[in-house]
């Protein structure tokens, strides 16, 4: 005998939105899939709402106007399996999940990454050549070693080299991503398959004068040592144009890149963002090349602040923005006041105390004020793949 169903005057109609439970797979009215996710039965929501089609006993009473249908007659979803997206409602750390992974896919993109990474960065070998030489300030004869060499930092062509080595990291990220999982690159983004340019405009309108306020501080309580250096305007014009991508291409390749490819291993949720987030912020700090355990725990700290952002709004936007907010701010307090070698973290960089616990103080606040901006927005954080069309209702 059925359990009794509910009272169809009280009970909300499909049009009308809400959510509704059957074993462990839910289906929105509106025809989009929710977490968590199962093979064995959805709803199926029948517009318009019809108090008269009579429901379905299958152990659990469906709502009135819904129908049980077995998950091997779902609709194909061709343009998923073309893409190999996920079926079923994912985070972020799970886009590789679809339906076609295998253990051997994220290790394959690794070397592939590397390639790539090594190939795309002879260009900017060659453009900063020629700019040294055009501007007098480089000759053809120079190493690659002293072109990268920590102390040329403040001379414009190997500031060039520097940002556009590190900008390689995007393609690199994409193509690798593309190449071996089959995913369209622009689902590195976000889980709305590409930048969602409103909302990292929003991030930056709240973040740029918190940020403002925060370099400020630090700058009065650790005065640059040295002045600023004698080509700070074509620096200042370089780090405007440049250090965005140049921050961007290290979400790309940290929280982007490197976490999607270690969730694709983790079939739960909450496993698949913390290891990521925790193997990210220890490369993170490590590439920075600084030994000084409070500058690596200020690294770690800014990782896991950016892993979390993008955990928690479904995207890099939110990263990116903090990351160039902080590089950019940097850039333009070295050039203006002093201090720009200073600035960049190398094997001699320290740290003090009162600075990291302000910079946790910042990386907290930023958070709280993302997530509040996330839910006045509404940003999505779920990928959630739509149906081509609708399961039709089976015979009573």
Known sequence: MSAPGPDPATTRPPSEGGWFRFGAELLRPDGQFDPPSSDVAIWNPIPPF???VPPVDTGTYPPAGYAVVPAAARTP?????????PETAVEYPQ???????????????????????GVLSILPVLVSLAYGTISGQRDLGVTLDQLSDDSAISEPAAYLYLNLTLIALIPAAMLSIWAVHRIRPRFLSSVAGGLRWRWLLRCLAALAPLWAVYLIISTVIEPPQSARPEHWI????????????????EEYAFRGWLTQNIGAYFARPLVAVVVPAIV??????????SPDPLVLADLAAFSLTASFLTWRTGGLEAAIVLHTVNNVGIGIIGNAVGGFAESFVGADTESTLISLGVSLLMYASAIALVLWQARQAGVERWFRPTMSAAPSLPPQ
């Not at 979803?77 to 997206?85: D, E, F, G, Y």
């Not at 990210?280 to 090349?289: N, P």
Request: proline share 10%.
């Open 50 to 52: 019809r108090p008269d």
């Open 77 to 85: 979803l061709p343009h998923l399996a073309r893409q190999r997206l």
């Open 234 to 249: 074509t620096l200042l014009v370089m780090g405007l144009l440049l250090t965005p991508w140049q921050a961007a291409a």
């Open 280 to 289: 990210a912020a220890a490369a993170f700090a490590a590439a920075h090349g």
């Open 95 to 117: 886009l590789l999940r679809g339906p076609t992974r295998a253990w051997w896919r994220p290790i394959l993109t690794l070397p592939l990454f590397v390639l790539l990474f």
